[in-house]
């Protein structure tokens, strides 16, 4: 093979390898993009996620003191309706005698 040869495939060689790194590059940004994407939107996931827990917990404790509110009222609904049945069983021993 003469030296034209050698420079001709050295040139096809070149063209290839060039054409190929640049569609592996092409890849690449594409794909280096989508990761940028999946970041932005993890940390927007994130943030939306701790906003949510703290809601909870604020929502936990509203629920406890509404909760003790509520237990509140039904003893004290459950001790005057203890003293009406005391009262309904002396009223109905009266009506007896």
Do not use: P, W
């Not at 629920?63 to 509110?69: D, E, F, R, V």
Request: glycine share 4%; with cysteine.
């Amino acid at each position: 093979m003469n030296v034209e040869t050698y420079k001709f495939l050295l040139g096809v060689a070149a063209f290839l390898i060039t054409f190929f790194l640049g569609g592996i590059l092409y890849f690449l940004k594409i794909q280096i993009n989508t990761i940028k994407e999946v970041k932005t939107l993890v940390d927007f996931i994130r943030r939306t996620q701790a906003v949510d827990k703290q809601s909870s917990e604020d929502m936990k404790v509203s629920c406890a003191k509404t909760h003790k509110i509520v237990d509140k009222r039904l003893d004290e609904h459950g001790e005057r309706l203890d003293e009406h049945e005391k009262d309904i069983v002396i009223l109905k021993e009266r009506i007896k005698k």
